[in-house]
């Protein structure tokens, strides 16, 4: 029997002044970890590149060309941005937070009854992170995490039956994003010199592309300084799009700093994920980043991972991206067996710092 995982947000609750020690970051990391609203205000130094979207498709060529060289200059150099004009309505995306938002407004207990089975192979439901490694390290956060497109792999029954809107914002959302992550990887696909549908079809297409969205919900912090929402990753996914409750709390590891991205309105976060670094040989990053918790304001994410299946595809840098001058970073390995392999790296880092 596996003990049920502590509840973040109950812990928060409580009224404690101190964290629990398995909430504290290791000694290098403290050293690092300032307070966001601090963080976000800074104005020197590089900034999350804003992509305004609205000639993506353009009849003009010279403004099309123009708006999707500013995507790829942004995937190669930073591979994360901010993406306004996209097309989405800011009255779904407000749907969506609300229905999010309110299904996390209920009682802790409530929730309870979508808790996930971290024991099995279906974390889909409510969730908080359980220690899996030597370390015992917890993350501030609870979340609600389930596959949204495409829709006959959808498992509605687990959904949030609270508020009634949930099934409906969260599903039209997610079609639309998944027509955003087509022309996306379409442009992507040319600036690699590929035929435009490349990309999509290598991340296996309308019906194996897969879209996992996860609801991080991040309660105010006694020690923020302490802790953190989400230790530094980088997304295994193809793409990952992200909208957040205009709380600060994303960090991005960019030449050498920690940079905190602003809260731009009307925007999406879209970060290029591993699969298209390594399809890409590396032209476009997947870069380290982080969230940080405060002490004021409880922080909403809603993360939606553009997956390839598991195991059906090889994942490797297409033939068309390598040459003598530039050899493959990456060795051919399933999503799967990627995963696999970041988690024994990052196990054999910890054996390895004791
Ligand atoms: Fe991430």
Redesign the pocket.
């Known amino acids: 029997m596996v003990s049920a995982a502590q509840r973040v947000e109950s812990l928060s609750s409580s009224g404690i002044q101190s964290i629990p020690k398995e909430y504290v970051r290791p000694e290098e990391e403290l050293k690092n970890i300032g307070n966001v609203f601090e963080e976000e205000k800074k104005d020197e130094g590089p900034q999350v590149p804003t992509i305004d979207l609205k000639g993506i498709n353009s009849d003009e060529p010279g403004v099309r060309e123009k708006c999707r060289e500013e995507l790829k200059r942004a995937a190669a150099e930073w591979g994360v941005m901010h993406l306004v004009n996209h097309g989405i309505s800011d009255e779904l995306i407000d749907r969506v937070k609300k229905a999010g938002q309110t299904f996390f407004s209920l009682p802790v207990e409530e929730k309870e009854k979508y808790a996930n089975d971290q024991a099995s192979t279906n974390i889909q439901g409510y969730g908080s992170k359980l220690a899996n490694n030597a370390s015992g390290q917890l993350e501030w956060q609870d979340y609600f995490f389930h596959l949204v497109f495409p829709e006959d792999k959808r498992d509605l029954s687990i959904w949030p039956k609270i508020p009634t809107d949930y099934i409906e914002a969260t599903s039209e959302y997610a079609r639309l994003l998944r027509g955003l992550t087509t022309t996306i990887l379409s442009v992507l696909s040319l600036g690699l010199g590929l035929e435009e549908d490349r990309l999509e079809r290598e991340v296996g297409g309308l019906e194996e592309l897969l879209l996992q969205m996860k609801i991080n919900y991040y309660p105010k912090c006694p020690q923020p300084e302490l802790a953190l929402g989400?230790e530094a990753?980088?997304?295994v996914s193809a793409l990952?799009f992200?909208l957040h409750n205009m709380v600060p709390g994303l960090q991005l590891f960019y030449q050498g700093n920690w940079v905190t991205a602003k809260c731009v309105p009307n925007s999406i976060i879209m970060?290029i994920g591993d699969t298209v670094e390594i399809l890409s040989n590396g032209k476009y990053k997947s870069i380290l980043?982080?969230?940080l918790v405060n002490e004021e304001k409880v922080r909403v994410s809603w993360?939606v991972?553009c997956e390839p299946p598991k195991e059906k595809i090889i994942l490797k840098p297409l033939p068309e991206v390598v040459s003598e001058a530039e050899p493959p970073l990456f060795p051919p390995r399933t999503f799967a067996q990627h995963i696999e392999h970041k988690l024994f790296r990052k196990t054999q880092e910890l054996n390895g710092s004791k």
């Open positions: 989400v990753h980088t997304d990952t992200l970060h980043h982080r969230s993360a991972f």
